[in-house]
Every structure is written in C-alpha cells, then in structure tokens.
C-alpha cells in the first residue's frame, strides 16, 4: 500500500491531471478505505486506464466494494469510466489521451478477436462522422457508448477530424506497439 508521504505525492500528481485542487483530491480520498483509493489512483497514473477487471484483480477487493470506490472518486470528478460491449474502462480525468492509447494498446494485443477490432474500427470512423446514431448501429452498440467515446476522443485530438484525426489514431497505433 502507499505510504503517507507517496499519498500525498499522488494526490499532488492527480491534482495537476484532473485540474481539481489538491484539497478536492483530498476530500474524496480521505475517509473510511483511503488506501484503496489511493492504490486505484496509484495504479491508474501507472497504467493510464485499466478495465474494472483488472483494477479488481489487483486490489484483491470485492467488486461491489471497488465499485463503491470508484463511484465516489467519479462523483468528485476525479476519475472517469467508458464502457464498451462488456468492458469497463477506468481512468484519470484529463488522461484522455492515454485511455485511448490503452484501447488500441489492447486491440493490437487481442487483434484476432473482432470485438476488440470493432473498437478501433469505431474510432477510426469517428474521426469522418458525427452521426453517434447511426455509429451505433453499425457496430451495435448503445449510442450512449458512442457518443461517450466521442467526448473522450475530442478531449484527447482536440478538434482534430477526418484525415488529422486518423493520423493521431495511426501513430498512437504505432507508439504503442512497443
């Protein structure tokens, strides 16, 4: 677990990231289960996102009791989560960019499963169409999937569309090969 001087280290760190105060980080950390929040934020620096799945694996808690965890740094805006199909990503607010990178990350590590390659493929699609509806359906999935994605994916490129936008997706894909 961390320790008091690595708490506030971390609390510093998601302070400047999520551009909360570090009195806001600390006011929704502190309290009954401080150390597992701290280790979920701790692990959420280190990696950029994580699936619940494997935040779950790691601290070794119940899933109702991560859950409960997670709800309350969400709620305080310091973290945030997009699910897709059956995947729930956790991350840092403001690390938008790195979630993304943990996606295509993923995808290149389970390309032959055509679920993970319709992920890419949607954001790919996004940089050429606003139509969140008729994204959705092509890749069945709930609007409200889509257009999270959206705002995670203009918080990372900025405004950047069409060509640009496939550009960033193509480099990220390359840099994250490694």
């Not at 701290?38 to 494997?54: C, K, M, P, T, V």
């Not at 969400?74 to 997009?82: N, T």
Request: glycine share 6%; aromatic share 8%.
């Amino acid at each position: 677990m961390a320790t008091a001087s690595s708490s506030e280290e971390i609390i510093e760190r998601v302070s400047s990231i999520c551009n909360k105060s570090p009195s806001e980080v600390r006011a929704a950390v502190e309290g009954v289960g401080m150390s597992i929040r701290i280790r979920i934020l701790e692990l959420l620096l280190e990696h950029g996102a994580l699936r619940f799945n494997s935040l779950h694996r790691e601290l070794g808690v119940f899933k109702g009791t991560l859950k409960w965890h997670l709800e309350k740094l969400e709620r305080a805006g310091i973290i945030a989560s997009f699910k897709f199909r059956n995947s729930r990503y956790i991350y840092i607010r403001g690390l938008e960019f790195r979630l993304i990178k943990k996606l295509v990350k993923d995808y290149r590590r389970r390309r032959r499963r055509s679920r993970s390659s319709d992920l890419v493929n949607l954001l790919r699609d996004m940089c050429f169409s606003d139509d969140v509806e008729d994204l959705a359906r092509r890749y069945g999935v709930e609007v409200s999937a889509v257009e999270s994605l959206q705002r995670i994916v203009v918080s990372a490129f900025g405004n950047a569309r069409g060509d640009d936008c496939f550009v960033l997706l193509q480099l990220m894909a390359i840099f994250t090969s490694s």
